[in-house]
Structure formats: structure tokens, C-alpha cells
């Protein structure tokens, strides 16, 4: 073969310049995402392989976007981004550490999250690798001949022979979620072909218009907003109240207190005015403010008409305590 015929080498500029047309297609591809979106998600890409991702870019196409990359180049690209004005961006900056991804989209963050992160591939235990969830090896035949009795003695793991198998005599919680895989669990579950683990995206971070917060709210329903904040409503107006510190919260109950007590004195006292005048009057004669009871027949009807008539007057009172109570707070 020719000299001429040989592939000649890149000179040092030459990769130079490639590097650096790769570097500003990256930027002004995210600079594009950031100008388009208002919403990201910062994905988790621990032990997920590059098919996944591009099976997760054609599920979303036209919908969302995945963008991946070095931290670096992230935090440079909307460092700029910022400085040109986008303030809103720098808590999103902050959230980038640690091997993650961005999902930009303008969509239903929930609805996204949840196809995100419901493809997931089976994984043994590897040892040294950090456990994603607990491994619990149910008691029971392990198929195992019983040659292993001396490897599972090693492990501290209880078991019998049984029709010329070993059998877990208890239940083993061999790992625990956050421990790093130790090489005899590891060596254990290959032997009984357990895949204990399942690798996907994971979304545990979110972006919202200026706003970052866990992607377990997204969880929330609009219910779950409102007992929240009633729930919190209610503690600032007992706080209010306990203190003698006025608030929006606790007014409303301050101004009904104080008109209850005003009633109870005008009822105990000679003084009155506007509701505690009808309220004497009912106390002072009951009997004038009850209703013709419906005509009945039988011997009956005499003795029933006083239970009626009492049974109204509470109800009429009842009804006007809770008028009194609308127009307080309505």
C-alpha cells in the first residue's frame, strides 16, 4: 500500500476545531431547549445503558427532549443562559451534580415522569455495587445440592437437608437497601439465580417555571393541596388565638367569640340590643314563638302537641344560629 493511499492523522488543530464545533452544537442545542421549555426534570442515570436512553428519546419525540452531558457543560451552557437575563434558571443550575440527565417539555410533568420511569431491566447483584432496594430470600427449597451447606454456614444462613436438597430453614434478609453488595451475596444469588435488582430512570429532582422541587409532590393531588393548607390554616389561627396575636386566619374566630360573649351578657344582664331582644322574648315566653301543630287523630294528639310544638322551637333556633353563623363568615 501507497503512502498516498494511507489515511492521514488529524493534526492537533484540526481536532482542536472539531472539539470546539462539537462544543458550541452542544450549547446551542440546550440554549434552544431552554428558550422553548419551562419545564425539566433531572433524571437519574445510574447503571441505565445508552439503548434505554435513545428507546426513552423516541418515546417522546415531539413532546420532550433528553439531553445528556457532562455536568460542566451544563452548568457553563446556562451559566451563560443566566447571565443574559433568565434568572429564573439558577435554581435549576444548582439541582445539576451527580450523573444526571435533563428532560425538557412543556407537558403533563406527572404523566411523563410516571413513561419515564416505568421501563426497567432486571440486574443481578454485583458485589461493591449499592444496593436500590432490600433482597430477602424467602425460606423454603434453594435447589442447591448439599455440598453448599458448608457456603451457606459461612454466611451465617440457617438451613436443612430435605430429599437431598438444602432448604432455608427462616427467611434471610441477605441485603438491605443502601448497603453495598458483599461478594458472598453476591456469589449466593448467582447460585440461585435471583436478578434481585431492576435499573430505569429515575426521576427524584423537577424544574417548573422558576421553581425546583422533589418529584414526589407530583404525586399530589389537587385534595391533598387543600387539606394541606387547611390543615396549616388551622394551626396559624390556633396559634393566633393562644398568643392574642391577630391574623387573616384567626379574625374570624376572634369576631365570633367576642359576639358570643356579647350575647351571653345581654341574656344575662338587662341590657340588650338587635338579636338578644328576640332571644329574651323566646326564653320569657316560648310558647308564642311555636307553630299550630298538624291536625291528628286518636287519643294521642293532645298529649303529643306540647313534644311537637318544643321539637319546633328547637329546630326554628337551630336554623337561626346557623344564619347567625353565615353571615359572620360568609
Known amino acids: 500500500m501507497s503512502k498516498a493511499s494511507k489515511k492521514e492523522k488529524p493534526t492537533a488543530a484540526v481536532l482542536k476545531a472539531n472539539k ?35 428507546k426513552t428519546r423516541k418515546q417522546f419525540r415531539g413532546t420532550a427532549d433528553v439531553l445528556m452531558g457532562k455536568n460542566t457543560m451544563m452548568r457553563k451552557c446556562m451559566r451563560q443562559f443566566i447571565d443574559r437575563g433568565n434568572k429564573q434558571f439558577q435554581p435549576l443550575m444548582d439541582a445539576i451534580y451527580g450523573n444526571v440527565g435533563l428532560v425538557f417539555t412543556n407537558g403533563d410533568l406527572r404523566h411523563i415522569r410516571n413513561e419515564v420511569t416505568a421501563y426497567r431491566v ?8 449499592v444496593a436500590p432496594s432490600d433482597v430477602i430470600i424467602p425460606a423454603g427449597p ?25 432448604e432455608l430453614t427462616n427467611a434471610v434478609h441477605l441485603i438491605r437497601k443502601g448497603d453495598k453488595v458483599k461478594p458472598g451475596a453476591a456469589a449466593l444469588l448467582q447460585k440461585l439465580k435471583i436478578t434481585p435488582f431492576s435499573y430505569g430512570i429515575d426521576v427524584a429532582t423537577v424544574y417548573n417555571n422558576g421553581f425546583v422541587y422533589g418529584a414526589d409532590l407530583l404525586d399530589l393531588t389537587d385534595r391533598d393541596v387543600l387539606e394541606r393548607f387547611a390543615r396549616g390554616l388551622s394551626r396559624i389561627a390556633a396559634l393566633g388565638l393562644r398568643i392574642g396575636y391577630p391574623t387573616l386566619a384567626s379574625v374570624p374566630h376572634s369576631i365570633a367569640n367576642a359576639y358570643q360573649n356579647l350575647l351571653a351578657i ?14 329574651k322574648a323566646r326564653i320569657a315566653n316560648p310558647g308564642a314563638f311555636v307553630q299550630a301543630p298538624v291536625a291528628q287523630t286518636g287519643g294521642h294528639a293532645a298529649a303529643a302537641a306540647p313534644a311537637a310544638a318544643a321539637a319546633v322551637v328547637e329546630e326554628k333556633e337551630a336554623s337561626e344560629e346557623e344564619e347567625m353563623d353565615m353571615d359572620l363568615f360568609g
Not at 455440598?147 to 459461612?154: H, P, R, V
Open 142 to 166: 434453594t435447589g442447591l445440592e448439599p455440598t453448599a451447606t458448608s457456603f451457606l454456614q459461612a454466611l451465617n444462613i440457617p438451613s436443612k437437608i430435605v430429599k437431598g436438597q438444602i
Open 266 to 279: 345581654g341574656i344575662g344582664t338587662e341590657y340588650t340590643f338587635g338579636p338578644v331582644t328576640e332571644i
Open 122 to 129: 432486571p440486574a443481578p447483584a454485583k458485589s461493591g455495587v
Open 20 to 54: 470546539a464545533a462539537r462544543k458550541k452544537a452542544y450549547f446551542d442545542r440546550m440554549t434552544g431547549y431552554l428558550e422553548t421549555y419551562s419545564k425539566v426534570m433531572l433524571i437519574s442515570v445510574d447503571n441505565v445503558g445508552a439503548a434505554q436512553l435513545q
